[in-house]
């Protein structure tokens, strides 16, 4: 019977677990290697917030803040009554103190004048008949002639005496309030100075102008002054012939905002038109200028999503609206 050599391995035979062991590991290495490629194991990256996710941040901040506002809207219209009523408090106690001190001097020099000149005539006849001996029985007599002055004093000092008790009351509430007043200014100080961390954090291509709604997708920081400039003028009077501060034309407005920018344009609508690069409706970005009708004689700062904000006509107000209501003739880039 065949037998074996002594150095090979019998068919079927198992092979050494250190074999194993290292082809498992260069097996593993590749995988890994393979899924590192693909991006498999790579630590996923942190995502900035969005636009949106931002501004709901700052709605939220907002929610809480308005309310705050509100309070201290109110303690501050309470503080200013109470305050007034304090002042007119005042005004009727110092001549109620005035004549409280006219009266006890009076008082006063009576009482003088009998223990330093003696009794008078009137006095002296009082005191013959009824035969004094006594530092009593001549005070009597003495607060018998000043009893009037006694009263009126009594009544000055009651009146007062009901006032100070008000003002007091008053100046306890002012006090109050003023605490009020200023705990809720130094919370809508924080929450405010949050909101504000929120706006820094928007990409600088969102703006969040004023009576405006928010514009995304600003290129230029001409744009950006000038988006913001017209939307600050939102609610003037459309006045012809008007280039602001306070009342504008549809080209007086455009005209405004863009010189506010460091850009000078024409207040005439057919010259801004020649004073801008042509731009197709389908690249027209934030802060492009868009003119109506085929004279050109509207002409609005373009915000984006279809919308602008234009000094329309007589009786409306600079304001945002839609460019679609009138014929689009087309877009200009300023600058």
Same mark, same amino acid.
């Given at each position: 019977?065949?037998?074996?050599?002594?150095?090979?391995?019998? +068919?079927?035979? +198992? *092979?050494?677990?250190?074999?194993?062991?290292?082809?498992?590991?260069?097996?593993?290495?590749?995988?890994?290697?393979?899924?590192?490629?693909?991006?498999?194991?790579?630590? %996923?990256?942190?995502?900035? +917030?969005?636009?949106?996710?931002?501004?709901?941040?700052?709605?939220?901040?907002?929610?809480?803040?308005?309310?705050?506002?509100?309070?201290?809207? /109110?303690?501050?219209?309470?503080? /200013?009554?109470?305050?007034?009523? &304090?002042?007119?408090?005042?005004?009727?106690?110092?001549?109620?103190?005035?004549?409280?001190?006219?009266?006890?001097?009076?008082?006063?020099?009576?009482?003088?004048?009998?223990?330093? &000149?003696?009794?008078?005539?009137?006095?002296? *006849?009082?005191?013959?008949?009824? /035969?004094?001996?006594?530092?009593?029985?001549?005070? #009597?007599?003495?607060?018998?002639?000043?009893?009037?002055?006694?009263?009126?004093?009594?009544?000055?000092?009651?009146?007062?005496?009901?006032?100070?008790?008000?003002?007091?009351?008053?100046?306890?509430?002012?006090?109050?309030?003023?605490?009020?007043?200023?705990?809720?200014?130094?919370?809508?100080?924080?929450?405010?100075?949050?909101?504000?961390?929120?706006?820094?954090?928007? +990409?600088?291509?969102?703006?969040?102008?004023?009576?405006?709604?928010?514009?995304?997708?600003?290129? &230029?920081?001409?744009?950006? #002054?000038?988006?913001?400039?017209?939307?600050?003028?939102?609610?003037?009077?459309?006045?012809?012939?008007?280039t602001g501060p306070n009342s504008f034309d549809c080209s007086g407005l455009?005209?405004?905002?863009?010189?506010?920018?460091?850009? &000078?344009?024409?207040?005439?609508?057919?010259?801004?038109?020649?004073?801008?690069?042509?731009? %197709?409706?389908?690249?027209?970005? %934030?802060?492009?200028?868009?003119?109506?009708?085929?004279?050109?004689?509207?002409?609005?700062?373009?915000?984006?999503?279809?919308?602008?904000?234009?000094? %329309?006509?007589?009786?409306?107000?600079?304001?945002? *609206?839609?460019?679609?209501?009138?014929?689009?003739?087309?877009?200009?880039?300023?600058?």
């Amino acid at each position: 019977m065949a037998t074996m050599p002594p150095h090979r391995h019998a +068919p079927g035979r +198992p *092979a050494r677990p250190g074999g194993l062991r290292r082809a498992a590991h260069r097996l593993l290495t590749l995988v890994a290697a393979a899924a590192v490629g693909a991006g498999l194991l790579a630590a %996923p990256a942190h995502a900035e +917030p969005s636009v949106e996710e931002i501004e709901a941040q700052i709605d939220k901040q907002w929610e809480q803040l308005e309310p705050t506002i509100e309070q201290y809207n /109110k303690v501050r219209a309470q503080l /200013k009554v109470n305050q007034k009523k &304090s002042a007119d408090l005042e005004k009727k106690i110092e001549p109620l103190a005035l004549q409280t001190e006219l009266a006890m001097t009076r008082v006063g020099d009576l009482a003088s004048r009998y223990y330093i &000149s003696g009794p008078s005539q009137d006095l002296g *006849a009082l005191l013959i008949s009824a /035969k004094p001996d006594t530092l009593t029985e001549q005070l #009597t007599i003495l607060d018998r002639l000043a009893r009037q002055e006694h009263k009126q004093v009594e009544g000055i000092l009651k009146v007062r005496a009901k006032y100070d008790a008000e003002k007091q009351k008053l100046d306890a509430l002012i006090a109050t309030q003023t605490k009020q007043k200023n705990d809720l200014a130094a919370k809508k100080k924080n929450i405010d100075t949050e909101i504000k961390r929120l706006e820094k954090t928007l +990409p600088k291509s969102v703006v969040m102008p004023e009576n405006c709604p928010t514009v995304k997708g600003v290129v &230029s920081a001409a744009a950006r #002054t000038a988006i913001q400039t017209a939307c600050k003028q939102v609610g003037d009077p459309y006045v012809w012939g008007a280039t602001g501060p306070n009342s504008f034309d549809c080209s007086g407005l455009t005209q405004y905002a863009y010189k506010a920018a460091g850009i &000078s344009l024409t207040h005439f609508t057919g010259a801004q038109w020649n004073e801008g690069k042509a731009i %197709p409706r389908s690249e027209a970005r %934030p802060g492009d200028l868009v003119f109506f009708f085929s004279d050109l004689h509207h002409v609005g700062l373009y915000l984006g999503n279809d919308q602008m904000v234009h000094a %329309p006509r007589a009786g409306k107000p600079v304001q945002v *609206a839609s460019i679609n209501y009138m014929p689009v003739a087309g877009f200009r880039r300023p600058g």
